[in-house]
């Protein structure tokens, strides 16, 4: 039930054969990583927001956004890539940040309305919980806070609202495989014979690349895959290896379609293999958003 407008993002679970948790999904601003060895940071895409990187300024300096280099995160799991990027040094087994500073567009709420900006800093790693300072773009509501490191979840959420606060929005990181959500793609369009990048919010899926990877075919009948048919899938962590386009806008009649002869596998945390396609994208009473799919383990 992500609902007509995409509002709520949902985790589902093959396990327990069903969703485990949701969230309206302007409730959050940035993402920290919670587990590994390293410690990049995501905005939230389902309010489209993006962030300039002003790189090792003062922080009381950046005052303006004119001609900040704002870029979109990519999903594609190659978290360097991001517009936060790796904003540290390791440095004698400590992480010492680069002190950058960037700016921050808080993309818009549910609503459509404009969140608003902010400079954002990060100030280090202390005792595992990220040291962060931000603070609107004229020096005002300047405020330094903690985001604690949890292992059991992959990433810590906050909002930049009322002075920062965590917010708990993940369940436990065993507990899922697919996010139904709202984010960025990046779509690739010609244009006087020059490939450019459109930067696009879909409605998709993503997994949980931490413990689950998936492969996809189309020759195969959904009913009669068995798993002896596993290798002849072509498995991947990429969090956005389902993707959107599991589903087709068709602009005459605004409606979607769903493509069906897209077959999934996914294997889990604990070795199963889960094939599963998508059927529909409407509900009983013909609102879109509400996405259904057959699955079975193999």
């Known amino acids: 039930e992500m609902t007509a407008k995409y509002t709520n993002q949902v985790y589902f679970s093959f396990e327990k054969g069903q969703s485990v948790s949701s969230y309206i999904y302007d409730i959050w601003d940035l993402a920290f990583k919670s587990y590994g060895e390293d410690y990049y940071i995501m905005l939230n895409g389902a309010k489209f927001m993006e962030a300039a990187d002003m790189g090792e300024v003062a922080f009381e300096s950046v005052t303006s956004r004119k001609d900040a280099p704002f870029r979109y995160d990519s999903t594609n799991g190659d978290y360097a890539d991001y517009s936060i990027g790796k904003w540290w040094e390791d440095k ?5 940040s680069k002190k950058h500073v960037y700016i921050i567009n808080r993309g818009n709420n549910t609503n459509n309305r404009k969140v608003g900006y902010v400079k954002f800093m990060v100030l280090g790693i202390e005792n595992n919980e990220y040291k962060i300072r931000f603070a609107n773009l004229d020096n ?12 059991g979840i992959n990433f810590t959420h906050i ?3 009322d002075g920062g606060k965590i917010v708990n929005i993940e369940p436990p990181s065993q507990s899922w495989d697919l996010l139904f959500n709202k984010y960025i793609a990046i779509l690739l369009y010609e244009e006087e014979g020059n490939i450019d990048h459109l930067p696009y919010s879909v409605t998709g899926v993503t997994i949980n690349d931490r413990y689950v990877e998936v492969g996809a075919d189309t020759t195969l009948d959904f009913k009669s895959i068995t798993i002896d048919d596993i290798p002849k899938f072509k498995f991947s962590k990429r969090p956005d290896c389902i993707g959107h386009e599991w589903k087709s806008f068709t602009l005459q009649g605004e409606s979607y379609t769903v493509r069906p002869e897209i077959n999934y596998i996914l294997k889990d945390k604990n070795g199963f293999y889960w094939k599963f396609h998508f059927t529909f994208f409407y509900n009983e009473k013909g609102e879109r958003g509400y996405p259904q799919f057959d699955f079975k383990r193999l």
């Open 159 to 161: 909002s930049l609202d």
């Open 92 to 96: 004698d087994n400590s992480i010492i």
């Open 140 to 151: 005002s509501n300047d405020y330094v806070i903690y985001v604690p490191r949890n292992e």
